[in-house]
């Protein structure tokens, strides 16, 4: 009889099928990443920031050697030093930024996309972690640190503001910024953070407090929590960060920290999909994950002798939706490290619908037991594709919840805590903030209550 895995050896057996994506779907000559799977894909700067953190997750797993993740690591900031930056429509980036998506050879813009602060920020992160990984004093690694530092160093967050307080969302040289900006809760976390960090053209405390003040703080399903739809929303951020312990001054008005408050929306997805309020198939208390992903649209089809409308990729979210029976296991999974207890026993509620049978890189990114499809072993719509941004979260999330690696790199990364101290983070691990820094948000002290969820693994 065959001895069924243990918990630890399902969870590493989960990361090694995902993170084989950025070994097999990456240019080893400049790094890209591909967006997908589909089959002429561009690379997507997201996507190259998560492989650039998982890479130091893969060499202490075994997943990838040292020496190969230091060459990968090597080529793709070598090749973002290089790239063009300017205002021709073919280039890779400007001021610092770079496109959304890239052409996987070439490495110029993509698609006529934008030039994105958000994807941006994400690969800065992974730029980051590269920098905080590898710290030896060989050549290779000298040099990831300094190119790390460079590139970080160069983005131009004040041009990125346009003459406002809170961000841009993006910019493209045929039309100039994009007329919308980072304003209320989101993935939006890590950029203002980095954006307070930076050494050179940081954005001053007053924009992270603009920000915040676009917040909503709502009640779902009996769990008060600073509000976003999406899941997704409520974990990128911590992919780099250790909230635990830690709050800004929002925060300290609610007596919570951001660790605790993606907890909170976890359970409240759960509780959605054990309501189903649209009785879509399949959702409960063990299959649940609502959030920005692939669907099985556009599309309309006849269910129960209703026409349902399905959608494509969107961002799908709880409880207001958009909401058409797609589930992500993936969002689940970055869940890992705020609900363990409820999150574990969806993976293998996940693992009885046969999601990695057959399935390249672990989990079929998405799945909908409502609409018609798939094969007689899963006989309902999947997708066909993964994608680069759904594979980085779950490596990454499972391994801060197995060992807290990228957190513990993190800590050690100097623009990220000046990011968190100009912010008016303070507490836990980070401390008080610095009593010289004059122009962070002051800090508050006496607002400090206990926290719900700082302990919370």
């Known amino acids: 009889m065959k001895k069924s895995p243990s918990r630890s050896d399902k969870l590493e057996e989960i990361q090694r099928q995902t993170f084989d994506y950025f070994i ?27 492989a650039l953190s998982a890479y130091p997750v893969g060499v202490e797993r075994g997943f990838i050697t040292r020496s190969n993740a230091i060459k990968i690591t ?101 039309n100039g910024f994009l007329p919308y900006r980072w304003q209320g809760y989101d993935e939006a976390l890590i950029l203002y953070l980095l954006a307070l960090g930076a050494p050179r053209f940081s954005l001053s405390p007053e ?32 992919i780099w960060t250790d909230f635990r312990g830690v709050q800004d ?30 009785g879509f198939k399949g959702y409960g ?21 209703k026409n349902c409308q399905f959608f494509g990729y969107v961002g799908r979210g709880i409880p207001d939706g958009p909401d058409d029976g797609t589930l992500a296991p993936w969002g689940v999974i970055a869940s890992l490290p705020f609900a363990p207890e409820i999150v574990l026993p969806a993976i293998d509620h996940f693992d009885t619908l046969n999601l990695r049978v057959s399935n390249t890189y672990g989990f079929k990114s998405t799945f909908n037991a409502t609409f018609p499809g798939g094969t007689a072993r899963s006989p309902y719509w999947h997708s066909p594709f993964h994608c680069g941004l759904n594979q980085g979260p779950i490596v990454l999330m499972i391994e801060n919840f197995r060992s807290g690696l990228l957190w513990r790199l993190m800590r050690q990364c100097p623009p990220l805590v000046r990011g968190l101290h100009r912010a008016g983070f303070a507490g836990g691990w980070l ?25 919370r693994r």
Request: glycine share 8%; aromatic share 14%.
């Open 24 to 50: 097999h779907e990456v240019n080893n000559l400049n790094g890209l990443v591909a967006d997908t799977i589909e089959k002429g894909a561009p690379a997507s700067i997201a996507a190259v920031g998560l």
């Open 74 to 174: 090597l080529a793709t900031l070598r090749f973002f030093r290089k790239s063009s930056q300017g205002t021709e429509v073919d280039a890779t980036g400007y001021k610092g930024f770079y496109y959304h998506f890239l052409n996987m050879s070439t490495g110029k813009r993509a698609w006529k996309c934008e030039l994105s602060t958000v994807d941006t920020a994400i690969l800065l992160a992974g730029m980051l972690v590269a920098a905080a990984y590898f710290t030896g004093g060989t050549p290779a690694e000298r040099e990831i640190r300094s190119l790390s530092e460079y590139l970080y160093d160069r983005a131009d967050w004040q041009w990125a503001a346009n003459s406002g307080l809170t961000v841009a969302m993006g910019w493209n040289p045929e």
């Open 207 to 238: 924009s992270y407090a603009a920000w915040t003040s676009t917040y909503n703080w709502r009640k779902v399903y009996d769990h008060e929590f600073l509000y976003s739809g999406p899941l997704f929303t409520h974990q990128i951020s911590h």
């Open 249 to 278: 001054y929002y925060m300290r008005t609610k007596s919570i920290d951001y660790f605790e408050n993606s907890r909170r929306a976890t359970y409240a997805q759960r509780q959605y999909a054990i309501d189903n309020p649209l």
């Open 285 to 305: 208390e063990n299959c649940w994950g609502i959030t920005a992903c692939l669907g099985p649209g556009p599309a309309t089809r006849k269910i129960k002798g």
């Open 431 to 455: 401390g008080p903030c610095p009593s010289n820094d004059r122009d962070a948000i002051p800090a508050r002290r006496d607002d400090f209550q206990p926290l719900g969820g700082a302990s």
